[in-house]
């Protein structure tokens, strides 16, 4: 039961931004949209969250269209170390043992 | 910085062994999780605690038990290793404020 949808892969130049996109249609009203990143061989990274408002962090922008079906993730300024699969989770914050459930993600190579 | 440290990098074990895995936050988090990352499979959800001595079974129990004496440290436990179990395994602590996970580096445990 996939709550969200991302491409499989894509491909970004190292230095230009990577819009990073996810279909979420059937979010909850009280559901947050979380980005993680896996590097290869190590754990999950926390990136950034939001309910509906547009977020920003050191790391990332986070984009929620207006009907919350929908949102991209922005990295601004891509480097070969953004290589990484990234995943986008929908989730109620607050409840215990709240899990974090992986799609299958999308693959980002940065390239030179 | 949260720290989210797991007791091995590699582990090599027999069937039928009884297998100790360590996982210690350094953030005073409320939350603890294991999980086990497997090929095609995504994150599942083995345990979590939400305070010392507290747990709950997640979606893959079978085969583990845990510990959680101290705040900061939640162990896992295979009471006989078997070549199912063989796979990543990944320790998170989750803040109570934004309910963002954080994790370990992860264990690779294979069972011959």
């Known amino acids: ?112 | 910085d949260v720290k989210v440290t797991q007791s091995s990098r590699y582990l090599v074990k027999r069937t039928g062994e009884k297998v100790f895995l360590e996982c210690v936050q350094d953030m005073d988090h409320e939350n603890m999780f294991w999980y086990r990352q497997d090929p095609g499979l995504g994150l599942r959800l083995i345990y979590f605690s939400y305070d010392v001595k507290m747990k709950e079974k997640g979606d893959i129990p079978e085969g583990y038990s845990v510990s959680r004496e101290k705040k900061e440290r939640f162990s896992l436990i295979l009471e006989s290793a078997s070549t199912n179990q063989t796979s990543m395994y990944l320790c998170a602590s989750e803040e109570g404020l934004r309910y963002e996970q954080y994790f370990g580096p992860g264990t690779r445990l294979t069972v011959t």
């Open chain 1, 1 to 112: 039961d996939a709550k969200t949808t991302q491409p499989p892969s894509m491909d970004c130049a190292e230095g230009r931004a990577a819009n990073l996109p996810c279909n979420h249609s059937t979010i909850s009203g009280n559901e947050y949209v979380y980005w993680y990143r896996q590097i290869h061989s190590q754990g999950p990274q926390y990136i950034i969250h939001g309910l509906k408002n547009n977020e920003t962090n050191e790391m990332a922008s986070l984009i929620i269209t207006e009907d919350r079906k929908s949102s991209t993730l922005i990295l601004p300024h891509a480097t070969l170390r953004d290589t990484a699969v990234y995943y986008c989770i929908v989730r109620v914050a607050g409840a215990a043992g709240n899990k974090l459930t992986f799609g299958g993600g999308t693959r980002v190579l940065v390239k030179p």
